[in-house]
């Protein structure tokens, strides 16, 4: 299921762990979609002199972290920045197709710490992130061919190519035009 | 290196005597049991002895067995072929909410053919309240399917308590007891249920191999339309080689269930006293009394359930998880979550299901290898970090 590469950084993950004094801190993903990963980066002279990062998921959340924060290590703000989940999933050597969710965390991951160390630079207070909303429905998936989801693209699944509309009564993702909600089989539409 | 197969759930090994029970019908004797001739009569007479053996597994009689192809045709055939079976009575079908996804779906297709459907919630253990069964009876209900036992937290369901108040209203009753046939004794008229699902990889037979019991004089329609097999309710050519292997499974269960349950009940309790023990945040999922003889569940805080299989498996030990990450759809356990688990523990849940015969040394290989594991995910887990800063250490 996962190339050699995948197994390699899962069972050695390079650069786990916590940089105390980070000079930015990126969190991406909850544990309602199965992973969650927090980056560190430490800033010298333009480039990321360390990376550090910790991941709650599956076997290619934690591979993709760890080759992320190998391909950050020591690149300028800009190189890092243009890390792209396509490139890390091809430096793994692939990913199963329902496990792209994973790559696309890892370089945002990344970046939201890179933008937070900026933001800093910047003397920009971060505003207080809210909490990770644990009960948030589904959404990471397409429920028809369990395809991941980008974040925008809770109204359209492009594997599949259906259209999606939010169940009034569960909140879950489901197919527009159908009479019945996949999740909960309340009727959709008509309200009441 | 040991290996240590943990994975009941998934598959269980082919037994000796049911593979030799088969070999002839995958050979020589090809025939088909519909056919008129000497080797077709050879291929009857051996389906109808393994419907005898099956029948008698579950208490019933052979002509209420119909062979299926799988323990989820079995469910779509039950849950679908009853409920329109008796749409002149009502339209309105209950399961619980934990049920397998064979009859989740099915009834969702019901519920797009206009059926109303009611999910009965389970308690913290997975266990079904008749009373709540009753409670959402209505004057439309025609069906009640709930599990006997559940595949992935181990709890037996109270089927005959569940069954009586349902008769009673004059509701028919399904269970699908996959993950109880063959391991737990089973009795339909103890029971009191109108139709029970039952596979054979579940008690040592072959894959490919299930069966429905319908109790004589149910309205059942069809799943899969055909010809005269299966007394015209199941067309197809009889799968020959898997009804044998299955008649054969079930007899040498019924004959040596008790002594398989009583070698597998220790090392089942042993995991689940000394996992919690050896590792903190442990929580162990399911019934510990109404429980599956075979079957070990639990849930391990702060990581996710596809890390802890693929090490696992690097230490030659078989398990399975009900987390997002195994499942395809990157969702978490549909069960657990009924239960009253929040997401980041049900992403945590393992599974290690015995099968016979399994030894001491199995469960110690896995006392041993797990701790470790357990502790080298804790340290890449943000959620961890956390927990161990709110705690102050």
Redesign the interface.
């Known amino acids: 299921m996962y190339s050699d590469k995948v197994?390699d950084h899962?069972?050695n993950?390079r650069n786990?762990g916590?940089l105390a004094d980070a000079d930015g801190v990126g969190?991406v993903g909850?544990?309602?979609?199965?992973?969650?990963?927090?980056f560190y980066i430490k800033v010298d002279g333009g480039r990321l002199a360390d990376v550090k990062f910790?991941?709650?998921?599956?076997?290619?959340?934690?591979a993709v972290s760890s080759m992320v924060s190998e391909m950050a290590k020591g690149k300028t703000i800009d190189e890092a920045m243009a890390i792209t989940n396509d490139l890390v999933a091809e430096e793994l050597g692939g990913l199963p197709k329902?496990?792209m969710?994973c790559s696309n965390l890892g370089a945002d991951a990344l970046h939201e710490a890179i933008k937070n160390y900026k933001d800093r630079q910047a003397g920009v207070v971060p505003a207080a992130k809210p909490e990770a909303d644990?009960?948030e429905h589904?959404g990471?998936?397409c429920?028809y061919c369990?395809s991941?989801l980008e974040e925008q693209d809770k109204t359209f699944c492009r594997a599949c190519r259906v259209e999606f509309e939010e169940c009034p009564t569960c909140g879950g993702i489901t197919k527009k035009g159908d009479?019945?909600c996949?999740h909960c089989?309340a009727p959709l539409g008509a309200k009441g | 290196m040991r290996k240590v197969y943990l994975d009941h759930i998934a598959a269980t090994p082919l037994l000796p005597e049911v593979r030799e029970a088969m070999r002839p019908y995958l050979e020589e004797a090809f025939g088909n049991p519909q056919s008129l001739h000497a080797a077709g009569r050879e291929a009857q007479e051996a389906v109808e002895a393994a419907r005898g053996d099956v029948a008698a597994l579950v208490g019933s009689r052979s002509d209420e067995i119909y062979f299926t192809a799988s323990g989820t045709e079995a469910n779509n055939f039950a849950v679908k072929g009853l409920a329109l079976g008796q749409q002149a009575k009502g339209r309105h079908v209950v399961v619980s909410a934990i049920e397998h996804s064979s009859v989740l779906n099915s009834?969702?297709a019901l519920?797009?053919q206009g059926f109303a459907?009611t999910l009965v919630p389970v308690d913290r253990t997975g266990r079904v309240d008749p009373a709540e069964v009753g409670r959402a009876l209505t004057g439309n209900t025609v069906l009640v399917s709930i599990m006997t036992a559940n595949s992935e937290v181990g709890t037996i369901e109270p089927i005959a308590e569940i069954a009586a108040l349902c008769r009673a209203r004059g509701v028919l009753v399904h269970t699908d007891a996959v993950a109880a046939a063959g391991t737990v004794p089973l009795d339909v008229k103890a029971l009191g249920v109108d139709a029970l699902t039952l596979a054979g990889d579940q008690f040592y037979g072959p894959k490919g191999s299930a069966a429905l019991f319908v109790r004589k004089g149910v309205r059942i329609l069809p799943l899969v339309d055909g010809g005269i097999q299966e007394g015209g309710r199941r067309g197809g050519t009889e799968n020959v080689p898997a009804i044998v292997g299955l008649g054969t499974a079930a007899r040498l269960a019924a004959r040596d269930m008790e002594s398989r349950a009583a070698a597998l009940r220790p090392l089942r309790d042993r995991i689940l006293d000394e996992l919690p023990r050896r590792i903190e945040h442990v929580v162990v999922t399911g019934s510990r009394t109404d429980r599956l003889p075979h079957h070990a569940s639990l849930c391990v805080e702060?990581?996710?359930?596809?890390?802890m299989l693929?090490?696992l498996d690097?230490n030659g030990i078989a398990a399975s998880s009900g987390?997002?990450?195994?499942s395809?759809?990157?969702?978490?356990s549909h069960v657990l979550l009924a239960m009253g688990f929040?997401?980041?523990t049900a992403?945590g849940s393992l599974v290690f299901s015995l099968v016979y015969p399994s030894a001491g040394e199995d469960v110690d290989a896995l006392l041993e290898a797990f701790p470790p594991i357990v502790d080298r995910l804790r340290?890449?887990?943000?959620?961890?970090?956390a927990f161990l800063k709110e705690r102050g250490s």
């Open positions: 197994m899962f069972a993950p786990v916590v969190q909850n544990p309602v979609c199965g992973d969650m990963m927090t910790q991941t709650f998921g599956c076997g290619a959340a934690i329902n496990k969710h644990l009960h589904d990471c998936a429920p369990d991941a009479k019945t996949i089989g | 009834v969702k519920e797009r459907a702060f990581v996710e359930g596809e890390g693929l090490f690097m987390s997002a990450c195994t395809k759809a990157l969702k978490a929040d997401h980041a992403q340290k890449m887990s943000p959620l961890y970090t």
